[in-house]
């Protein structure tokens, strides 16, 4: 196994010291915990976002803290739900007193601790709700889920959400911006090579040099079935497929859609795969309004991308192109 780390055990609390000794800025971590917050906090009487899960995923989820987005991200070990205690520390950190609104990917480990750290919070006072994002259109259940996977899509949930928090909208209005994007998203992956976690010392699944697995999750899972290598054309093709059937789409439609790179592979190839979904957008019956470009939520070193759809409206439309500033994700300037 060839990694850039000391050990397996400390990898994810070096990590985290690195994003914030990188981006001092934007970063705070939380003592004695896996939070990394709002170095300048959102102001008072706002809704607080939070989100989390296991690393692995980089930049997600610590990569969208800061205005516009998170107010804070809970990090578990490698590919390990965060434990309650540590999403509650991720949501006082986020409470301005408005409440707080977890968003959680669609795995059985995150639901149940993020759910539990509500309680907790709920007890001490601090109002809480939470939206869960299944937007894996390949796997209905799997070893990790009940439900389909939430998987890269989960982004556009944190920056609408975070936008119309940023406006001070209540958290019921949040949550339902929230709901709505979950609705109107759907995403699905392939890999060309599997990632090896640290703590496993091997790859997770081997392909042949002609094979690749459609489906997979970001968790270095195997996905629904392995195909021939196939073209840039003929993949997009049917990933849109797929997407398309699940949503519903309709030649009315406006869409914008995400090439997110898994973690190993070229700008360059990813990019081919952005011009393709422009050119097949009308053949497959939508209107491309964006195309959001390159690594959003991966899988360690996994060679390979997914494709997300939204279906968005003109307020939809407009929350995800306003002003934000994170590590990861910077839209627009600032203002106030």
């Given amino acids: 196994m060839k990694k850039l780390i000391n050990s397996v055990d400390r990898v994810v609390e070096e990590a985290l010291d690195g994003l914030v000794v990188a981006f001092p800025h934007y970063l705070s971590r939380i003592p004695n915990s896996h939070v ?12 607080g976002i939070v989100s989390g899960g296991g690393s692995g995923h980089e930049p997600a989820h610590g990569g969208y803290v800061g205005f516009g987005m998170l107010d804070a991200a809970v990090a578990g070990e490698v590919f390990t739900s965060p434990t309650p205690d540590q999403v509650l520390t991720g949501i006082k950190a986020a409470d301005h007193g408005a409440g707080v609104l977890l968003v959680v990917k669609n ?4 639901v149940m601790n993020f759910d539990i750290a509500r309680e907790m919070a709920e ?3 601090i109002a809480t709700a939470a939206v869960t994002v299944n937007d894996d259109v390949a796997v ?3 070893l990790y889920t009940s439900g389909r996977r939430g998987i890269a899509g989960t982004v556009f949930v944190h920056k609408i959400a975070g936008a119309l928090a940023e406006q001070g909208a209540s958290l019921d209005q949040v949550v339902a911006a929230a709901n709505g994007v979950i609705a109107n998203l759907a995403s699905m992956g392939f890999a060309f090579e599997s990632c090896t976690v640290p703590a496993a010392g ?5 392909l042949a040099s002609d094979e690749m697995e459609m489906g997979i999750g970001i968790h270095g899972e195997p996905g629904t079935h392995r195909m021939k290598v196939e073209g840039a054309s003929e993949l997009t093709s049917y990933l849109l497929g797929k997407i398309v059937a699940d949503l519903e789409i309709t030649p009315d439609d406006r869409v914008v859609a995400m090439v997110n790179g898994m973690g190993a592979t ?3 190839e990813l990019a081919v795969m952005a011009n393709e979904v422009a050119h097949q ?24 991308a997914s494709l997300t759809l939204l279906r968005v409206d003109e307020t939809r439309l407009e929350l995800l192109r306003s ?6 994700l910077r839209q627009g300037v600032r203002i106030g």
């Fill in 202 to 206: 091997k790859a997770t699944f081997e």
């Fill in 140 to 142: 209905e259940d799997s």
């Fill in 266 to 268: 070229p700008l360059l």
């Fill in 281 to 304: 957008a009308t053949g497959a019956g939508f209107i491309l309004e964006q195309v959001f470009l390159g690594e959003f939520m991966t899988s360690l070193e996994m060679a390979g």
């Fill in 123 to 125: 007890a001490e006072g």
């Fill in 107 to 110: 795995y059985t480990g995150d």
């Fill in 36 to 47: 990394l917050a709002r170095a300048v906090p959102k102001a008072s009487g706002k809704v």
């Fill in 323 to 328: 002003a934000c500033d994170t590590p990861a």
